[in-house]
């Protein structure tokens, strides 16, 4: 039996070339290009105002861009009708930052939100399939409580496995470390390990944690000013050269000198005001 393939031979899933976001007059992506594998973790680190979070929003098939091309699990996100937009969304999983689980409902009725909405499954079946994938997460018999009742790091949980409930192809994490003590941190990245090598599903992570970053990522994704200043492996990332990654690594503040002719044509409103990413 032949061993896996090594990821950088595996299939591309999401492929981004030139990608261009406005916000109005302001450019937020400049130009991005990047793409992630079958059964990789794509890590994607900025400072803030960096872009990451706008770039997210696009891989997970939420905004279009202003110029550029994307396909996601081979299809092009230009030339897709609202229902096979739908159709794709439905092969992503997406945990937010903060859980954003309903208050109202228990956890159970959480998870199974997502297949009530959109499969004809009878209500034993999606019992049985969130006792599953809280499981997989760690969180068995906790189906009846109340988001409530959780600590930060079950909420993180609790909203993974409604994110991979589908058995998504490519799972997206929005800090999922945010908040969190280093040692249910460091649990959260051992899940994240876990799933994708137990379900083999690509995973991006928006994360600003470094520790985090470096333990989950095949590669790396840096974010800077819209810009992407580089991808690469975590070794290759902290060997890197480039003084703004080293900066971001080592949590140096960067001094930006402005010339003042240009501070006072952009008060005077002689000038526009240079693109920044939010």
Aim: glycine fraction near 8%.
């Amino acid at each position: 039996m032949t061993g896996a393939a090594p990821k950088k031979d595996r299939p591309v899933v999401i492929e981004v070339h030139d990608l261009v976001t406005h916000y109005g007059a302001r450019m937020i992506l400049k130009g991005v290009s990047m793409e992630v594998r079958d059964g990789e973790i794509m890590v994607i680190m900025g400072g803030s105002g960096s872009g990451k979070s706008t770039l997210l929003r696009h891989l997970m098939v939420l905004e279009r861009a202003t110029s550029g091309t994307m396909k996601v699990l081979g299809q092009d996100i230009t030339q897709l009708g609202l229902r096979d937009m739908i159709d794709l969304r439905k092969k992503l999983g997406v945990a937010f930052q903060g859980g954003a689980l309903f208050s109202s409902m228990t956890v159970g009725e959480n998870i199974m939100l997502p297949l009530y909405e959109h499969t004809d499954l009878d209500p034993q079946t999606m019992r049985i399939m969130a006792r599953m994938k809280l499981e997989v997460v760690n969180l068995a018999g906790f189906e009846d409580l109340m988001p409530s009742e959780l600590s930060g790091g079950m909420i993180k949980r609790a909203a993974v496995a409604r994110a991979i409930i589908m058995d998504p192809r490519i799972l997206f994490m929005d800090e999922p470390s945010a908040g969190l003590d280093p040692a249910v941190s460091s649990a959260l990245d051992d899940l994240i390990l876990r799933l994708r090598d137990a379900m083999g599903m690509s995973i991006c992570v928006v994360t600003h944690e470094l520790e985090s970053a470096f333990k989950i990522a095949d590669r790396i994704t840096i974010l800077d000013r819209g810009d992407i200043l580089f991808i690469g492996t975590p070794d290759e990332v902290r060997a890197h050269p480039s003084e703004r990654i080293q900066n971001l690594l080592n949590r140096r503040a960067e001094d930006d000198t402005i010339d003042p002719e240009e501070y006072l044509r952009r008060l005077t409103g002689d000038e526009p005001l240079r693109n920044a990413a939010l």
